[in-house]
């Protein structure tokens, strides 16, 4: 079994400065992927950035990046320069035994970004 | 523009009706997954096909079936619906392997049940 910890159910910042959102996970398999993916207002979600457990680099994206500690089962997004366009719904998300492909979400962190 | 399309934005349905909610992709994907989403629970999978004609429960299928004849489709039913499973539905799809964890999400299905 898998499972995704969010603790921070609501945050805020202002336009420009960095955000970081936490995550926990635990999974008992070694190859796992986690994911980030981000929920606006009122429209679909999508993939933000995704990191392969066993790629020691940080995973980054333009203005995305996370911090990876295997060890501690740590997977935290980091939003630099926010802006107005980061408000959003944010879930943390992990996929291990591939043989049976399913993703288990957390229950996510509400970003507003203040202007 | 790959695209998961899902039929009803909104619904409204009294309880004990039947419920069809559709879900198409046309991005050629083995995969494909209806959950559920909770202020304060996020997303939590109800079921999820890897292939046509196959279904597997998610974490809360019950008062839920599915249906996979075509690959491109992926259909969830409430046989009787109730009041607590008013909810938004997010349908969602993504290739096999590696990439089984990059989903394309529709815009969700806001059912409510009276």
């Known amino acids: 079994a898998q499972t995704v910890t969010q603790s921070q159910p609501e945050m805020s910042v202002q336009e420009a400065e960095t955000v970081t959102l936490s995550c926990t996970y635990d999974?008992?398999?070694?190859?796992?992927?986690l994911f980030w993916y981000k929920q606006p207002p009122s429209r679909q979600m999508i993939l933000v950035i995704r990191?392969?457990?066993?790629?020691?680099q940080n995973a980054t994206e333009n203005r995305f990046s996370v911090n990876f500690q295997k060890a501690a089962k740590s997977f935290s997004l980091k939003i630099s320069d926010s802006q107005l366009g980061d408000t959003a719904m944010y879930f943390c998300a992990v996929i291990s035994n591939f043989g049976n492909e399913k993703l288990t979400f957390g229950t996510g962190t509400r970003l507003t970004i203040i202007p | 523009d790959v695209k998961v399309t899902q039929s009803s934005r909104y619904l409204v349905k009294r309880t004990g009706e039947k419920v069809f909610l559709e879900c198409v992709q046309d991005?050629?994907?083995?995969?494909m997954f209806w959950y559920r989403q909770d202020p304060g629970l996020g997303l939590r999978l109800i079921y999820f096909s890897y292939d046509v004609k196959m279904k597997e429960k998610g974490d809360i299928p019950e008062g839920y079936s599915v249906s996979r004849e075509k690959k491109e489709r992926f259909s969830l039913i409430l046989e009787s619906a109730s009041t607590n499973q008013t909810s938004m539905y997010l349908c969602?799809?993504?290739?096999?392997?590696?990439?089984?964890?990059?989903?394309?999400f529709g815009e969700g299905s806001r059912l409510t049940v009276l």
């Open positions: 990191q392969e457990a066993y790629k020691q």
């Open positions: 999974t008992s398999e070694n190859n796992y992927y």
């Open positions: 991005m050629d994907h083995e995969n």
């Open positions: 969602a799809s993504s290739r096999g392997g590696a990439s089984a964890g990059e989903l394309f």
